[in-house]
Structure formats: structure tokens, C-alpha cells
């Protein structure tokens, strides 16, 4: 719902009667900001099963259980933030093409398979919803809705933590990385050396 009272399909949404103690207006502002991040968290669990269902290779069964394990956590944050939203006597917006349309994400890649490139496309995406989030627990915050803003640190924990689990596969040693640009300078001259002997 837009903070002009309409939904993302254009047509007018009712707000709904509630005792909770926030004006109709910031109760629709936050609203809002709860359904432009609903769209978010579930076009970000339907890539991470896109990578479930898809990911090969010499992980794949570490990585398969993690990405199905990931896509459950973010089910349950789609629910928490769509109860929210109705709880503030508002609509939820959360149909397939409300998230395609509305999502702070970029589409998923398909032509990857291997394990790595999995887990470097769903860290990119993480890392934006984090900062989503983040944003919107300042956002709630501001308009004065601690709750809301309470289960959007809630949903940021999580996030950065699967953050870290995705990273913790790309990081390397200290030694590994070294070793790695050792071996790159070396193939580089061995190339030139090769040029300028032909």
C-alpha cells in the first residue's frame, strides 16, 4: 500500500480499525514500508530456492540442505511482516507479481550450477536485503513504531548471519591468498614471456 491509501495494483485499500495507539497515517506509512519489504523477502526466498533446487557440484548436498534451510527462515519472515502489516489494519500485498514487480533485488542468475556461484549470487542478495532491512528499522523507528521496528532488527540478525554463513564459504586463508596471486603472477609472465619469444 502506497502512503496515498492505495495498493500496488492502483486501486484504493481500506485501513482498517484498529485500538493499536498509531495514527491512521503513520500507521499507512508503515504499512507501506512493510509491503514494499514483504516483496523483498519473498522474491529473496524464492532465488535462494531457485539456488536449492539448482546448485551442483562437489558441495552440493551441504549446500542444497543450507539453501532449503535458508528458504524456510525467510517463510517465516514473509509471515511476520505480512501479520504485521494486517495487524496495522492494512493489506497485505504478497502475490508472485507483487514481488517480481516491487523487489529491491536483481533477477537471479540462471545459467549458474556451480556451488560457489550460488552462494556469490545469494550473498549479493543478502547483503542488499540486509541494508533493506536496516533501512527499515530507521524508517519505523523515525514514524515511532518500536514494534515494527523491533521485528525488523529481529529479521536483520538473521539476515547478517546468513550474511556471514554464505561469506565464510568465499573467504580464504591468508596463505590460500597469497599462494593464489603468486600463481597468477607467475602464469602472467609465463604468458608474456611466451609472446616474446614467438
Known amino acids: 500500500m502506497g502512503s496515498n491509501g492505495r495498493s500496488t495494483n492502483g486501486k484504493s485499500q481500506p485501513l482498517y480499525a484498529t485500538r493499536i495507539d498509531l495514527s491512521s497515517e503513520i500507521r499507512t506509512k508503515v504499512i507501506a514500508i512493510l509491503n514494499h519489504s514483504l516483496a523483498s523477502t519473498l522474491d529473496l526466498k524464492t532465488q535462494v530456492k ?6 551442483k557440484g562437489l558441495q552440493f548436498y551441504q549446500l542444497h540442505e543450507l539453501f532449503d534451510e535458508m528458504a524456510s527462515e525467510l517463510e517465516e519472515y514473509v509471515d511476520m511482516v ?9 493489506l497485505a500485498v504478497g502475490t508472485a507479481r507483487t514481488a517480481a514487480s516491487q523487489s529491491i533485488l536483481s533477477e537471479y542468475p540462471f545459467d549458474i550450477l556451480d ?7 545469494l550473498a549479493e542478495r543478502y547483503a542488499a536485503y540486509g541494508k533493506l532491512v536496516r533501512e527499515s528499522i530507521d524508517a519505523t523507528d523515525e514514524l515511532g513504531d518500536a514494534d515494527t521496528a523491533d521485528l525488523y532488527t529481529e529479521i536483520s540478525r538473521d539476515i547478517d548471519k546468513r550474511l556471514w554463513f554464505l561469506e565464510a564459504h568465499l573467504q580464504t586463508s591468508v596463505e590460500e591468498g597469497v599462494a593464489a596471486a603468486v600463481s597468477e603472477v607467475a602464469e602472467s609472465k609465463a604468458k ?3 609472446k616474446r619469444t614467438k
Not at 531457485?50 to 546448485?55: L, S
Not at 556451488?115 to 549470487?121: F, L, N, S
Open 50 to 55: 531457485q539456488a536449492h533446487w539448482n546448485v
Open 82 to 90: 505480512a501479520e504485521r502489516v494486517t495487524a496495522l489494519g492494512g
Open 115 to 121: 556451488g560457489k556461484d550460488h552462494v556469490i549470487a
Open 192 to 194: 608474456k614471456t611466451a
